[in-house]
């Protein structure tokens, strides 16, 4: 049986992932237990309510196991092959260079160290 993929994210930090579903979401729990394979968006480099305010929201690591909202309808329907030829890190590269195409300076900063590998903080999820 093959397993369950679907784009999950964060809302709030704009982030998009393809993910493995874990277990699905229920009438306790709203959003699926998902396992994280791919990025496809970067979040946000800024705080949520004030955009302006320059904040490090690390990018979830593969293979996290996580609670995040299913998200519908990017345009990919359900050809996933060609994201999943692609390596984590490939996937981290190009989203991030995809954000740098618009961020401004201080956000621009912060995904540049992201892909040099330093990373300010770590991202809490929800994993159970």
């Known amino acids: 049986m093959k397993n369950e993929l679907i784009l999950a994210g964060d809302p709030d930090l704009e982030d998009l992932y393809l993910c493995e579903?874990?277990?699905p979401a229920d009438h306790l729990t709203p959003n699926?237990?998902?396992k994280v394979l791919r990025i496809l968006r970067y979040p946000i480099q800024h705080a949520i309510m004030l955009p302006d305010v320059v904040?490090?929201?690390v990018p979830i690591e593969a293979g996290t196991v996580c609670r995040l909202e299913g998200i519908r309808d990017q345009g990919l329907g359900n050809s996933y092959e060609k994201i999943l030829s692609l390596t984590y890190a490939?996937?981290?590269r190009l989203s991030a260079e995809e954000y740098?195409?618009?961020a401004?300076?201080?956000e621009a900063?912060?995904?540049r160290r992201h892909l040099r590998?330093?990373?300010g903080k770590k991202r809490i999820v929800i994993g159970k």
């Open 21 to 23: 579903v874990v277990k």
């Open 32 to 34: 699926p237990l998902v």
């Open 55 to 57: 904040n490090e929201n």
């Open 90 to 92: 490939e996937s981290q």
């Open 100 to 102: 740098l195409q618009r």
């Open 104 to 106: 401004p300076p201080g």
């Open 109 to 111: 900063e912060i995904v």
């Open 117 to 119: 590998g330093e990373y």
